[in-house]
């Protein structure tokens, strides 16, 4: 999830550093948008899909209510963590360095590498390992710049380094963060929804209302259809503080 709201960046500060204390949200519900969603937007000001039952023309459209964070938050979401699963890039900027080690060798050079994405990269040099071509597998491991306490792991036969094109792996943009723990799937449509670009989640089940907590667009709008379901698969919504 990629951004924070005003009303949950308030909440947070005046909760650290301030004497007003925040208390945690009594329902966590997960909604979708059309149009592009605010730092300042609340649960009444987002583009949401309509309900459509001020008009009497239901849509199908519900938020998808989580409970209360404090007796489901557990059922619905991975552990804080580090994903030792997906394939990562990193873009390494202009005059960063990076550490590259032959884990097999244990042969190691620390270069200031053009600039460019390197993939794929793992958290765990096993995982990484286990995708290479090599019998056994082999890994080199990549210590970065700009995450200098990180270790990150590339199969040695496939490995990619200083390419200027995008190759649509999930960037990399440090640890600590939690996922989904099972399948969130929507209501049926009823009718057309139209492009659905965004995902909040907000602190009401209830449409209309409450407050937007985090925000971000979807990395592929999707056109609803009538009888489609839209269904977020487990481990694929991430929710960071970065």
């Known amino acids: 999830m990629a951004a924070i709201s005003d009303y949950l960046e ?3 500060l005046n909760h650290i550093f301030r004497s007003t204390s925040f208390s945690k949200p009594t329902n966590i519900s997960v909604a979708l948008t059309n149009g592009v969603i605010k730092d300042s937007d609340t649960g009444a000001t987002i583009d949401e899909i309509p309900t459509g039952t001020a008009l009497g023309l ?3 459209y519900t938020r998808i209510s989580l ?3 404090a007796v489901s938050g557990d059922t619905y979401w991975s552990s804080v963590g580090e994903d030792t699963v997906t394939a ?3 873009f390494l900027n202009p005059n960063e360095q990076v ?5 097999d060798t244990a042969v190691t050079n620390t270069t200031t590498a053009t600039s460019g994405y390197f993939y794929p990269l793992y958290t765990s040099q096993t995982i990484a390992e286990s995708v290479d071509t090599n019998t056994p597998g082999k890994a080199f491991k990549f210590v970065f710049d700009k995450y ?3 270790e990150l792991y590339a199969p040695l036969a496939t490995v990619q380094s200083g390419i200027q094109t995008d190759p649509g792996y999930t960037l990399y943009e440090g640890n600590g963060f939690i996922k989904n723990a ?3 799937t929507f209501a049926r449509a009823d009718v057309d929804w139209g492009v659905v670009s965004g995902v909040a989640i907000v602190d009401s ?3 209309g209302g409450g407050n937007v907590l985090m925000h971000s667009q979807l990395s592929a709008p999707r056109t609803v259809r009538a009888s489609d379901q839209v269904t977020f698969n487990t481990r694929s919504l991430e929710i960071s503080l970065s």
């Open 205 to 207: 089940s209830t449409f």
């Open 99 to 103: 550490v590259a080690t032959n884990v």
């Open 58 to 60: 239901p849509t199908g």
């Open 182 to 184: 099972q399948n969130l």
């Open 67 to 69: 409970g209360s964070p």
């Open 10 to 12: 308030g909440q947070l």
């Open 88 to 90: 990562f890039s990193v």
């Open 148 to 150: 200098p306490s990180v």
